[in-house]
């Protein structure tokens, strides 16, 4: 019986360690966006991602529903549910009409991290609330009063700068699967 115990402790043990190496291995393709050092944030990560990132081809963008996590000041290493939606607004003005945006960054404080995930626009079960976007040099910005909600790529992610001065948070959006 001593025998039968510590074999099934043996096995106990390597699907234990299986179990935790399977999570250190997928925690660790995530690294390489996330965390650079323990020491830093994800809010800081973020900050960096934004600070080297390039204005996003809008002709890339627009029309995808993004899905996407939040980091705010207050709680740098906590995700909060997001998702991002870039559409065109169209003008009956003609052959000399001007191409304009609208943008919508979507939040759920109360869900889990992933909630937007598996939901497309359509799934929403209120319409999300747009705000003008301006294409600029640098970025593409959505502005809500003295709000400035900056958006830069950074390799396949969009990268949210959250301005209320000051910055308040950042958030990225990715395509699950890309």
Known sequence: MGFLLRTVLSISG????FTLNTARAEASAVQPLLAS???ETYYDTLAEMFQTGVQPDISKVVEIFWK???????APDTPIATAYHIREVVEDVGPISRRKYEAASIWN???RPD???DISLAQLTK???YNPLTVTSR???ARNGTAVFALRASGKYLVEELNDPPVYGYCYYFIPGL
């Open 115 to 117: 909630f937007y995930n």
């Open 139 to 141: 970025q593409l910005e």
């Open 109 to 111: 404080m109360e869900a």
């Open 68 to 74: 996407g996590r939040c980091f705010v000041k207050q």
């Open 14 to 17: 390597l699907a234990l360690a």
């Open 37 to 39: 050092s323990a020491s």
């Open 127 to 129: 319409p999300p609330r």
